[in-house]
Nanobody, 119 residues
Framework: QVQLVESGGGLVQPGGSLRLSCAASGSIFGIYAMGWYRQAPGKQRELVADITSGGTTNYVDSVKGRFTISRDNAKNTVFLQMNSLKPEDTAAYYC?????????????WGQGTQVTVSS
């Protein structure tokens, strides 16, 4: 089992910045990707960004140029630096980790952290 603990959400004004962190612990061997999804009220959960253990990143178009995902493999932690935040970025953000173990893929989720962008 993998446990994910998120931190860094909060209330910020439009144009502001926040940094989310997600630390993985437990049986972490085999984790090859980590990232963030978000879900706004009444909307489907969407992938925001992810990063592989090799450093390959992927972003949803709406955050490109504003958000940066990074990863500290030694600390099993992934970060999401969010700049130039917009009200439409308001959502619950969920960290996830994808693990390959004995030829099976497992997804693990954090508890979620709320990001609210409002003046």
């Amino acid at each position: 089992q993998v446990q994910l603990v998120e931190s860094g959400g909060g209330l910020v004004q439009p144009g502001g910045s926040l940094r989310l962190s997600c630390a993985a612990s437990g049986s972490i061997f085999g984790i090859y990707a980590m990232g963030w999804y978000r879900q706004a009220p009444g909307k489907q959960r969407e992938l925001v960004a992810d990063i592989t253990s090799g450093g390959t990143t992927n972003y949803v178009d709406s955050v490109k140029g504003r958000f940066t995902i990074s990863r500290d493999n030694a600390k099993n932690t992934v970060f999401l630096q969010m700049n130039s935040l917009k009200p439409e970025d308001t959502a619950a953000y969920y960290c996830y980790a994808r693990q390959l173990s004995y030829s099976r893929v497992y997804d693990y989720w954090g508890q979620g952290t709320q990001v609210t962008v409002s003046s």
